[in-house]
């Protein structure tokens, strides 16, 4: 991955003790938001009499964790991730603790919704804590290497969590729901940075300089003439917007579209193979497919990514064609061995884009407003992977499979005008670059070589100041 990122063997990643307690970690906070669908039904089913209850649990939980994460996300940068991002997951933990209580006494629907809107909105950043605890777990040139194994490891988790769910059943109802609060309690405790919470300061994230990775200070402008702002009293510090950032706003689209094309293939798994006359184990086999190319593709990516010579924002584009293509193939392939193709693609570009846009984005995100921005990307995923079930809720599989791919065209639309420092995506740009005349001389850094300007008879710019005052003086 071109990054800045030194070639590093995946053995020294493979040994890192520190990577492998944060993956457990975060392995087993995950696990309860995969194992909620089947265990809330299930608690609702044996002890409140049906489904209903548990599966309105479960949409408020989704709704509220989606929109809440960002928010939760900015509140835990401002506290301290390191003390305080532990500290949500537990409370979090404890609230679904309180919720297999609530079920067991039958409580009312509305208590039940409450209690699980409150612990929602608590862990809700929990993608964007373990994003950030692991740029503090790993070193910067391990990061892409660590970002695509993780890809992997997700795929082993979506698969495990109903079978845990299946086991944990046998001891009742309501086993899956302590199932889960264990395991966030777990997931919170080996994540969780003792030296961190002994040492306040440790905790808090340096406010940013603006300056991006490789620009020395030289390069930065003088505060109090840069930024008016630098007045501010002594404590009152600027945080810097996300939402200006025209390029994190890139990564939040890339995060939809990815989730869309994602959403697309596996909420329409089942209704494809139905209308085309399968059953419902041909649709569990295409998504078995896609889950293994991906995790397939996550080890590839993991081993082989240093060779790759294209820019983070290159790999992106051509990832996400790649993924449109898929769903095209998917959608009009003209029979089984196409749509199990496009499945099989899909799931070999899944991993490698996932890798892509967590580390590049983090590369944008501002040092001080990095749970949040993780996890607004997290919730743009969700999003697009709503998107798709909307989609099929008021159109016919046909038409949902076709349009899967329409956030995705517009993220490659929208590359040239996100990604204008991108030379690769705006050929104009990088004519206004070579043209002495051209707007870029006051806005982009000069080629090396070429620091002073010159005019079009090739005197340099302080010789021709000085020429000037001498003629306006006689």
Known sequence: MKAGAAEVPLRRLLTHGGYWRWSLA??????????????????????????????????????????????????IDRLGVA??????????????????????????????????????????????????????????????????????????????????????????????VIVMSVCSAIGAILLWDRRASRSPAASQTPEPTGQQPGESSAATPDAATADPAATRPAGVQRRRSLWRNREYVFWVLVAIAFGHLLG????????????????????????????????????????????????????????????VGSSVLIAFGPGWPAIVAGFFLLGVWTAPINTVRSYAAGLVIPKDRQV???????????????????????????????????????????????LSSEAAFNPMRRWLRRSPAGPSQQQDQPPAGAESSVDERGVDEPVRDVLTAAQQTE
């Not at 919704?113 to 964007?128: E, K, L, N, Q, R």
């Not at 798994?269 to 889950?291: E, Q």
């Open 372 to 418: 949040e921005g993780f996890a607004v990307i997290d919730t743009a995923n969700g999003i697009g992977f709503a998107l798709a079930a909307l989609l099929l809720a008021v159109l016919p599989v046909e038409g949902m499979l076709a349009v899967g791919g329409l956030t995705g065209l517009l993220a490659i639309l929208l590359a040239p005008v996100l």
């Open 264 to 323: 697309t293939a596996e909420t329409g798994a089942l209704p494809l193979a139905l209308h085309l006359g399968a059953n419902n184990a041909v649709a569990a086999v295409l998504i078995a497919v896609l889950a293994g190319a991906s995790a397939v593709s996550g080890i590839l990516y993991a081993v082989y990514s240093n060779r790759i010579r294209l820019s983070n924002n290159v790999q992106a584009v051509g990832l996400v064609v790649l993924m």
């Open 26 to 75: 975060t392995q087993l906070i995950r696990l309860p938001a995969f194992m909620a669908p089947m265990a809330y039904v299930l608690a609702s089913v044996h002890l409140m009499g049906g489904p209903g209850p548990g599966a309105l649990v479960l949409a408020v939980m989704l709704v509220v964790g989606e929109l809440s994460a960002p928010f939760a996300g900015r509140v």
């Open 83 to 176: 003390r305080w991002a532990p500290r949500s997951l537990l409370l979090s933990a404890f609230g679904r603790l309180v919720l297999a209580g609530l079920f067991a006494l039958q409580s009312p629907t509305w208590l039940l919704v409450v209690v699980v809107t409150v612990f929602s909105c608590i862990g809700s950043g929990a993608g964007g804590i373990v994003r950030v605890m692991l740029g503090r777990t790993v070193p910067d040139e391990m990061l892409p290497k660590a970002l695509a194994i993780d890809s992997s490891m997700v795929e082993l988790v979506i698969v495990a969590a109903p079978f845990l769910v299946t086991v944990a059943a046998f001891g009742g109802g309501l086993a899956p």
